[in-house]
């Protein structure tokens, strides 16, 4: 997994891989993985486009089909990501 990220995230053209539905919740299962070990939340927040609902719903699948547990925070900054992640934290 670690090849398909960059300092800012996953990054390329919707439809093109690993930017696919059936990638984003391959992703989801394996940090669902990770997370229920643990017993975190991950929370999943989104820009505004389009494709960032297709996504956030395909992620939410497999952290589900993993057995963790997912908050799904909607359109936000990215500023907001650090202040919601301290609160769930506590």
């Known amino acids: 997994m670690r090849k398909y990220f960059g300092t800012d ?3 390329g053209k919707v439809g093109t ?12 299962w394996a940090a669902g993985q990770v997370f229920k070990e643990n017993d975190k939340k ?7 486009r389009i494709s960032g609902y297709m996504f956030e719903s395909a992620l939410e699948a497999g952290i589900v ?4 547990d997912v908050r799904l925070v909607g359109p936000m900054p ?13």
């Open 9 to 11: 995230g996953i990054r």
């Open 17 to 28: 891989a690993p930017i696919t539905p059936e990638f984003m919740l391959k992703l989801g």
């Open 42 to 48: 991950i929370l999943i927040g989104k820009d505004t």
């Open 65 to 68: 089909a993993a057995g963790a």
């Open 78 to 90: 990215n500023a907001c990501d650090r202040i919601l992640d301290a609160y769930f934290s506590r």
